[in-house]
């Protein structure tokens, strides 16, 4: 007989995003080692993005039970989804309501604007948990709310509970821009302390966010990447010398040194000005494509809102040159963006550009899969580019990544699978 276990997660089908991935995909390759999964979810979500083909995914000896959910910003629903899909705006691009709608979230809707499901949630979970006889709960977050159920759950039943942090909590970019008062950011590190320090077992997606927990807690930490699992097909590579972003382009991820070296480039070379082509997959900042445009190379972006997830595959594939971004400052180097081992799975060249001291540098030097720049290495980068476009031109543009299976989302369900299990400490 399997081991139940019941994951608490907010993102589930049919949402879309990078989110909801990490779950879906994880809690298949559990069925096949022994552990049943049991997805608890909302019943009504405001869910930025929809992609209803990952309903697909879903194994049929899934169980999915769901609870109805109070989300107060759903009355500025047009605002908020602009927010939630384009992260926080800077303060000087914020309009009046979006200014207040975002200090009422930082400082009265703590840690989020989920908080009102919690409540609900521990009651109905409180008596389903003991009527299936089930000892093991994971929860999800963000949004961190989540680990709330999951901490009133442990209090109240002693239940075994491990926190999955698919993002850092008060350590995540945005934390600094929602206004929050001296008694909310309090309010947040106790909460967080409280969760870290109350679970049996956190779950992280990158070594440096492990090695913070690690100072501040003595419970044990795993280290579970998102990974990849899609099917790499034979496809013809673009006939341009293509660079594609999958996901959204954030102002504060905005590679200006990028535009200025592809704008350089083009300008000294014609023909590189004509096998340009620039594939945005996602939201992309009207500063961003201010700055395209000043760098001349509006001509040679092509801009696509978000697509279905099955259908980024074929870019990643055929894609001359794949591009990564993270924003330059340090809270961004506590985050590994799932996309990036989508990327390397691809086999296509990636160009990285993001902060120090980013564990993406060391993915992607430990697995050959492409190259890592700061956002002042023009120099590096412009090398870079034209090498890549003298191989491009001769079709030599080619890499053969080392190492990527452990990446695998079938080998990292197998390390929880042995948490769940009590194989490893």
């Not at 014609?270 to 000043?294: A, M, W």
Request: glycine share 4%; aromatic share 12%.
């Amino acid at each position: 007989m399997k081991t139940k276990a019941l994951i608490i997660t907010y993102y589930w089908p049919p949402s879309g995003g990078p989110g909801v991935q990490r779950w879906l995909k994880l809690s298949n390759y559990l069925l096949e080692n022994n552990i049943k999964p049991i997805i608890y979810t909302p019943d009504n979500p405001r869910y930025p993005f929809l992609d209803y083909s990952f309903l697909d995914d879903i194994n049929s000896e899934i169980e999915v039970i769901k609870a109805p959910i109070f989300e107060p910003f759903s009355f500025f629903n047009k605002i908020v989804n602009k927010i939630r899909r384009g992260g926080v705006p800077n303060y000087k691009d914020q309009s009046l309501t979006e200014k207040f709608l975002i200090y009422i979230r930082g400082n009265f809707l703590i840690p989020d604007s989920r908080i009102f499901w919690v409540k609900p949630s521990t009651k109905f979970l409180s008596k389903y948990l003991l009527e299936n006889k089930i000892n093991t709960v994971i929860t999800s977050g963000p949004p961190h709310s989540l680990h709330l159920i999951g901490l009133k759950l442990k209090l109240k039943l002693n239940i075994t509970w491990f926190a999955d942090f698919r993002d850092p909590w008060t350590k995540i970019n945005y934390h600094k821009k929602l206004k929050l008062n001296i008694y909310a950011k309090r309010k947040h590190l106790k909460l967080e302390k409280n969760v870290i320090n109350s679970c049996d077992r956190i779950i992280v997606t990158s070594k440096k966010l492990l090695n913070y927990y690690k100072k501040i807690t003595n419970k044990p930490i795993s280290l579970i990447y998102n990974g990849f699992d899609y099917n790499k097909k034979e496809l013809t590579l673009d006939k341009k010398f293509s660079i594609t972003h999958i996901g959204s382009l954030l102002p504060e991820r905005n590679p200006e040194i990028l535009w200025r070296v592809l704008g350089d480039i083009s300008s000294q070379n014609n023909n590189i000005k004509e096998d340009l082509q620039i594939n945005f997959i996602g939201n992309v900042d009207d500063n961003i494509k201010e700055l395209i445009c000043l760098n001349n190379l509006e001509n040679n972006t092509i801009q696509h809102n978000y697509i279905d997830y099955k259908d980024t595959i074929p870019y990643l594939i055929k894609s001359q040159i794949l591009l990564l971004v993270e924003a330059d400052d340090n809270e961004s180097s506590y985050v590994i963006p799932a996309k990036i081992f989508e990327y390397i799975n691809s086999g296509r060249p990636i160009v990285a550009i993001g902060p120090e001291r980013s564990e993406i540098k060391e993915i992607i030097n430990n697995t050959k899969s492409g190259k890592y720049f700061l956002y002042d290495q023009y120099d590096d980068l412009f090398k870079y580019i034209e090498n890549c476009y003298n191989l491009y031109k001769i079709g030599e543009l080619d890499i053969q990544p080392l190492n990527i299976d452990q990446y695998h989302r079938k080998n990292q369900a197998k390390k929880i699978a042995d948490i769940i299990l009590k194989k490893t400490d």
